[in-house]
């Protein structure tokens, strides 16, 4: 057995082009299983992770709170009972009582509806200092057995102890420390908006201004006052501008007062209700109420604020008077979770009988379905039986894939070792011939077979965990924490087992056909054709007429024919890498020219814009504020080498008479504004946007226009009306107007009052002319004004600061700057620039993942189709020795070796590519959003196919050259 | 006479390995061969009897020496032309006889015409077919076919384009006496037919005795023995 052992070694030691390629296509093989192996655990672990994730980092596994209700109906335990037995239950492995209330106060403001005209809020006063005045209060408490960590909002609420409070960033202000008592004030209040209050006369002197000026203009436009003045007994009309007032009343308020001390009308208090705690810290848990004007305040307190709570609701409830139908002033919501995970150990279904029956209930009478599951994390962790089976599709799926990929691998192994095998058939009927049994034999080929596996199989998985490491390595940078690299031991033992399994049978295969099925006679003359083939051969008429082009063509057809085994293996392995190349690759094109299609036709003349879209709508951060902060934008952006460009925009709305508005409309081919609805908007353009859209049509630069004070009437090349119409009707088609500037023949002068001002002004425009924009413009129609001019308006205005890094800058550096700013300006902003480099790099681990996979997929062909050229090609050493002797060039054979290469890689591209198409066309209609755009497929998948099997054709003609390297070496016969 | 010169030999070495382990397969062979004359050539195993065959028929160069085909110079010519040489001039036949079994009788037969893209004289494969005994055995493959028929398929492709040289490797090793008589008649009535010229390596005493003249080799060394 030694000395088989010995010779296995041997042989792989000296044969050494052999060794190396059996030992790739082996490495290859385990690559290939075991990317999948990692690709899969990782998955799996990533989704638990992001599951998690959503639940701020608890992973529960089953709702508790119709258990515990259903044990204090049954008054088998009280609720407190209940938990103590759950936190010490041997079946939990973890535990979350969660109890969040919120105490919300309402305000109505539409009498149309009820006269509940009043507004609520609560009132509410650290010690002595003044009431602050907030439209809901949250609080939250948590007991559970989980460390969260720093990131997740249970964290704060898990580490205090009962009596201790994080209050808002405001509270420090007023010079509370961590560790110092407090006591919380709170008053639910209820009162009025009404004409009696001064702040609420002034915006009802501007609403009658302006209906004085529209009536002295003749028109018939009315702002809504009758809500303040319910006396008169009308009903206000209900015009759009009615319920903008209405609606902002509050806000208007909120602009121009504080609200924490305006004095409402009607005021009446309930009860006052406190409770002392201890400073736990601060956090910015302040949030603006989007309709209100009053704020919201989270605390996250102790067990302490519970009782709290509860009195405040109870203060509450005499405003319920004023509520009719179901609706009250302030509401009470307390929410509770009571959650828990169970340990790995027990049988989860188990593991729910326990508990169900350690809180006295019978688990027959409350079966598993009377919980509420996590189901997709148990199936993600293969617990619970009911779980599990709602993966099953995907897990199908899966092992769908892994069969193909198991296939791969076997036909790549198999085909390496019957070379390997087939090749030292006369040296195997030799051995048998000198005496070696069939058993021997079987050692040997297993001897070979193990020394591949102990060295292929480590490195392939070692190279596969590699790449996949840097894949969610990427992944977790670019994208979310949640995805890491995680290598199931299960997963990884089976992939390993399988590709064992793939070596172990084709090395008793390949034995058993060198030891068993292949007389020692049939052996020493290799290459005998078997009946069948005789068969075949003979229906072939002889042709003796060719020429040399022909028989080579003929020969490597019939030698092709006579290692079809060899050839249909090496086919399909390459083909099956070809076909998902092919799957995606069809994928990507159709979406991408679908989305080409829909971006044209969204907007018409589309591709001279593409230049403005990109410069304009991207940005890489983008601040908004309704404050104008342009100076300290300059200051803080202007020449910082780590931004390359700034964009900024401040609009605002005015309101034109009508002779003004005559004067405007008589520069644009189109109404830029209705005239019973006279607004427009007014944009303040910077330097960089005026010299990027407007000075290119305009020929005059920004120094002259900010020099004039004069402004511009801009407007689009198509009416946004005619678009809808266009839209609704398709054989409507809009007209286009001419891009560029029209001066106006003499400087028209209007009139325009800054909209929704308490004291509004009238101001004084000179207008130059106007300039028709592209659709893709940022800059709708409107009123065009250099950046210094537009500080006089200052109601219902915005700025945005579109901000554009460097190509060198780096998110670590850029981030305190942008972040400095947005708190010195308390500007809100979006951040693009992560999420865009975060995307590309989110693309590029997915893309180095995707491709790492693919890749080795068709490498694995490619190599398989290495090995069968040239294992074809040294079994024929002694007939192509013979060609050479009668005169064969060295051309004709390379010839005869590349077409051979050809045919293989051709027929497996075709194959690869059409099946690829085909199940292309299978998903197809449930991704695109236009069934038509399926046709799109077929010349898709043309050119598809054109350029695969081209890249294909150069490729074979390379792969051949290890097979002709070795031919030219046996010259001599 | 000397026009009468087929192939010229002259000052050949070929050696194999380097230092200790360097053998002289060629040293120092010369040779002429004329037109029509069949030349045996003996020796032991290992002598460098088929190193002189491959390098006579250009499978092999050598290292120094040069070899004159009908006066035109052979050594350090290019693959083409070397390759076309060994097609219309040479006629190989060896020990194993190296038939393509995807091939038939006939369509191995033609293989040096096809390879030269030339169409083979039909009436000449039939007399060669005849000759070999196989006319019947035109469509069945090697396989089908005892170890003497195939090598006698092997005789008649190194014939089919009638090559004014044949070299012969041991073309009777394989064969019972019966068959090598056979074979070894079939070889000397073509080269009377068409005039052509037989190297011949041979163990066989009595074949070698039927050559004009008879050489032998001894490590690597060519010496005339008679004819």
């Known amino acids: 057995m030694r000395y088989l052992i010995s010779l296995a070694l041997k042989y792989i030691r ?34 638990k992770n992001l599951l998690i994730e959503a639940d701020d980092g608890f992973e529960w596994e089953i709702y508790l709170d119709d258990v515990i209700r259903a044990a204090v109906k049954n008054q088998t335990c009280t609720e407190e009972k209940a ?7 041997p079946a939990v492995a973890s535990y979350f009582f969660l109890q969040n209330w919120e105490m919300d106060a309402h305000v109505n403001m539409d009498p149309s509806v009820s006269q509940k005209d009043g507004i609520s809020y609560w009132e509410l006063r650290f010690d002595d200092n003044a009431p602050r005045r907030y439209q809901s209060i949250q609080a939250s408490q948590l007991d559970s057995n989980v460390t969260f960590d720093q990131d997740s909002p249970y964290h704060i609420t898990q580490s205090l102890a009962d009596n201790a409070v994080f209050l808002p960033n405001s509270a420090k202000e007023l010079g509370y420390q961590i560790g110092d008592s407090v006591t919380i004030y709170c008053t639910p209040v209820h009162c009025r908006i009404n004409e009696t209050m001064p702040e609420v006369r002034a915006v009802l002197e501007y609403i009658e201004k302006r209906n004085a000026e529209e009536e002295a203009k003749g028109s018939t436009t009315r702002y809504a006052i009758s ?44 009860d006052t209700v406190s409770v002392t705690m201890t400073v736990a810290g601060f956090g910015n848990y302040e949030f603006n109420s989007m309709m209100y004007g009053f704020q919201t305040m989270d605390l996250f307190a102790g067990s302490q604020m519970a009782p709290f709570l509860e009195q405040l609701d109870e203060a509450s409830k005499v405003f319920d008077v004023y509520s009719d139908s179901n609706e009250s002033f302030f509401e009470n919501r307390t929410r509770e979770s009571q959650r828990a995970a169970t340990v790995d150990h027990i049988l989860f279904e188990d593991s729910l009988a326990m508990i169900t029956e350690s809180l006295g209930l019978d688990p027959m009478d409350y079966p598993e379905y009377f919980l509420g599951k996590n189901d997709m994390l148990l199936a993600l962790k293969l617990k619970g039986a009911d779980a599990i089976v709602t993966l099953i599709p995907v897990l199908w799926l899966f092992v769908f894939l892994l069969l193909i990929i198991w296939a791969i691998s076997r036909f790549v192994i198999d085909n390496a070792f019957e070379i390997s095998v087939q090749e030292r058939s006369m040296q195997f009927a030799a051995l048998r011939i000198m005496g070696a049994s069939k058993r021997q034999l079987l050692a040997l080929v297993f001897s070979e077979a193990t020394a591949y596996s102990v060295t292929a199989i480590p490195l392939g998985a070692l190279l596969a965990f590699l790449c996949c490491k840097l894949c969610f390595g990427l992944l977790a940078k670019s994208a979310r924490s949640a995805f890491v690299f995680h290598l199931n031991p299960y997963i990884v033992c089976l992939c390993i087992l399988l590709n064992i399994t793939a070596i172990y049978i084709s090395a008793y295969t390949s034995a058993l056909y060198a030891s068993r099925k292949l007389t020692p006679a049939e052996a020493l003359h290799f290459g005998k054709p078997k009946k069948k083939r005789r068969n075949l051969l003979r229906k072939h008429r002889s042709k003796l007429t060719l020429n040399a082009k022909k028989f080579i063509r003929r020969y490597t057809w019939q030698n092709i024919q006579r290692t079809k085994r060899r050839f249909v ?118 330097r960089t946007r005026y010299e990027l859209e407007i000075q ?48 106006a023949k003499e400087n028209a002068t209007i009139e325009v009052w800054d909209d929704f001002a308490i004291n509004p002004q009238q101001l004084q425009l000179t207008l130059d002319g106007s300039v028709c924009l592209p659709t893709a413009s940022i800059l709708e129609d409107g009123i065009l004004l250099p950046i210094h001019m537009v500080s006089q308006f200052d109601q219902q205005s915005y700025a945005t600061i579109s901000l554009l890094a460097s190509y060198h800058a780096d998110y670590e550096e850029l981030s305190p700057i942008v972040n400095e700013f947005a708190s010195k300006t308390q500007m809100e902003y979006l951040d693009n620039y992560t999420f865009a480099t975060g995307g590309m790099k989110a693309m590029l681990a997915l893309a180095v993942g995707l491709g790492s996979f693919l890749f080795s997929l068709w490498l694995v062909g490619i190599l398989s189709m290495i090995n069968s050229i040239h294992t074809g090609i040294l079994n024929r050493r002694s007939e192509l020795s013979m060609l050479r002797a009668v005169g064969c060039s060295r051309k004709q054979m390379r010839r005869m070796i590349i077409l051979e290469g050809i045919l293989f890689s051709a027929t497996a591209t075709v194959i690869g590519a059409v099946l690829g198409a085909v199940a292309a066309l299978c998903y197809l209609p449930e991704f695109v959003t236009d069934v038509k755009h399926c046709a799109l497929l077929i010349p898709v998948a043309i050119v598809i196919t054109v350029i695969l099997l081209i890249a294909h054709l150069l490729i074979a003609a390379l792969s051949a050259w290890p097979g002709i390297k070795a031919m030219e070496q046996f010259q001599s016969y | 006479m000397e026009n009468n010169i087929i192939l010229q030999a002259e000052d050949l ?5 380097q230092g200790n382990q360097k053998i ?10 004329h037109k029509g004359e069949f030349i045996a050539v003996t020796g032991e195993s ?55 079994p995807v091939l038939n009788v006939e369509e191995n037969i033609v293989l040096p015409m096809n390879l030269d893209s030339t169409a083979p004289d039909m009436d000449y494969l039939a007399e060669l077919l005849e000759m070999i005994g196989l006319t019947s055995k035109r469509q069945s493959f090697p396989h089908e076919l005892s170890g003497g028929q195939q090598q006698r398929i092997a005789f008649a492709r190194a014939l089919i384009h009638k090559p004014p040289l044949i070299l012969a490797d041991e073309p009777t090793g394989n064969l019972d006496s019966k068959n090598s008589r056979e074979v070894i008649s079939i070889l000397k009535n073509s080269i009377r037919k068409y005039h052509q010229t037989l190297i011949l390596i041979t163990h066989d005493g009595s074949i070698a005795t039927q050559a004009d003249r008879i050489f032998t080799m001894h490590d690597g060394v060519l010496n005339e023995i008679g004819g």
Do not use: W
């Open chain 1, 569 to 686: 293996i090496s086919t399909i392995a390459l083909s099956l890498g070809l076909l998902m190349l092919t799957f995606l690759l069809d994928f990507a094109s159709i979406f991408y020219l679908e989305s080409k299609l829909q971006k044209n036709a969204q907007a018409p003349g589309n591709a001279a814009h593409e230049a403005i879209n990109k410069a304009i709508y991207h940005s890489d951060f983008e601040f908004f504020s309704s404050e104008n902060n342009y100076a300290l934008a300059v200051e803080t952006f202007g020449d910082h080498p780590l931004f390359r460009a700034m964009y900024y925009t401040y609009t605002s709305s005015i309101t034109v008479n009508e002779s003004s508005l005559d004067q405007i409309h008589s520069l644009t081919p189109y109404a830029i504004a209705d005239s019973d609805f006279p607004y427009l908007t007014v944009y303040g353009i910077d």
């Open chain 1, 83 to 89: 938990k103590d037995i759950i936190r010490n239950h």
């Open chain 1, 227 to 270: 809500y303040f003045t319910p006396e008169n007994g009308q009903k206000p009309s209900f015009s759009d501008n009615d319920r903008v007032i209405r609606r902002n009343m509050l806000q208007l308020l909120n602009e121009q007062y504080d609200l924490n001390t305006i004095a409402f009308a009607d005021t009446e208090q309930g």
């Open chain 2, 24 to 33: 002289h397969a060629l040293d120092h062979v010369s040779l002429s061969i």
């Open chain 1, 14 to 47: 000296r044969q050494k082009l052999r060794s190396v390629l059996t030992f790739s296509c082996l490495m290859l093989a385990s690559f290939v299983l075991n990317t999948f192996s990692a690709y899969f655990s990782s998955g799996l672990q990533s989704s």
């Open chain 2, 46 to 100: 290992g002598s460098g009897k088929t190193t002189l065959l491959n390098v006579l028929g250009s499978l092999d160069t050598p290292d120094s020496g040069s070899i004159r085909f009908q006066g035109e110079e052979l050594v350090g010519q290019n693959d083409l032309r070397l390759s076309a040489y060994r097609r219309r001039s040479i006629g190989f036949i060896f020990q194993y006889y190296n038939l393509i």
């Open chain 2, 13 to 17: 070495v070929k050696t194999y390995g």
């Open chain 1, 696 to 743: 290119p049509y305009t020929g005059v630069d920004y120094d002259t226009f900010e020099a004039q004070d004069h402004g511009l009437i801009i407007y689009s090349e198509y009416d946004e009306k005619a678009l809808y119409d266009a839209s609704i009707h398709p054989n409507t088609v809009p007209d286009r107007y001419p891009l560029g500037y029209t001066a």
